[in-house]
């Protein structure tokens, strides 16, 4: 997929509504240290379903929302839009947003949609949240570090395949299901006979 937008708003230190746009090409963020460079990433992270606390380096699910300053009192929501084009060339937009007390909740082009939903469609594309391609300070030294399995997890996410393991867990939870409920029916018959 291609990003082409980023809209944020109440997330970490971006208080204030911010839009970024996402020419084609490569995109460099500067600025001083501690102005929000690292923040941004997150955000990309954070609407793909993200919740790790450590890829986003908070403590809990609301330490994402904007924390307050001395002078600016603290928000009670964080959103964060990401706009572009799935592979096929559809406009696509998504939205997360986390209100305090009320967790998150997702759109798709508009839908109230699950997480997992959201999940599942940007790991098919081999960009979800953790996606080889976002590569934040101190990767490089962890990929180096990484044990052969954490290494697999990596090549199977940037060869898109990561999004056929959830399936696969969703298809044998549903076989159990299925398993259990045939059970059930033989003793029903059973005590029938
Ligand atoms: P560096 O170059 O040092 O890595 P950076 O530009 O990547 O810095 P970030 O790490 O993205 O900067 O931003 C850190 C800033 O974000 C800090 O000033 C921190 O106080 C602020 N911040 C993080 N979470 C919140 C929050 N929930 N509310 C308010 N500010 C926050």
Redesign the pocket.
């Given at each position: 997929m291609k990003i082409s937008k980023l809209r944020l708003s109440g997330f970490?230190?971006f208080v204030e509504p911010a839009t970024l746009f996402i020419e084609p090409g490569l995109t460099g963020v500067v600025?001083p240290?501690?102005?929000?460079?690292?923040?941004l990433l997150e955000a990309i992270r954070w609407v793909m379903g993200e919740n790790s606390p450590k890829s986003m380096r908070s403590g809990g699910m609301e330490?994402?929302?904007?924390?307050g300053t001395q002078s600016r009192p603290r928000r009670d929501f964080a959103e964060v839009v990401l706009q572009g084009e799935d592979d096929g060339g559809d406009e696509m937009e998504v939205v997360r947003r986390i209100e305090r007390g009320a967790g998150s909740a997702y759109r798709l082009n508009g839908r109230d949609v699950r997480a997992k939903d959201v999940a599942l469609i940007f790991a098919d594309a081999a960009t979800g949240a953790h996606s080889p391609a976002l590569v934040s300070?101190g990767k490089i030294a962890q990929v180096i570090a990484a044990k052969p399995t954490e290494r697999r997890q990596m090549l199977e996410e940037a060869a898109g395949i990561a999004g056929l393991h959830v399936r696969r867990r969703d298809a044998e939870s549903k076989l159990r299901q299925t398993e259990t409920n045939l059970e059930r029916l033989e003793d029903i018959m059973a005590g029938l006979d």
């Open positions: 970490k230190s600025g240290n501690g102005c929000g460079k690292s923040n330490d994402v929302i904007f924390a300070q």
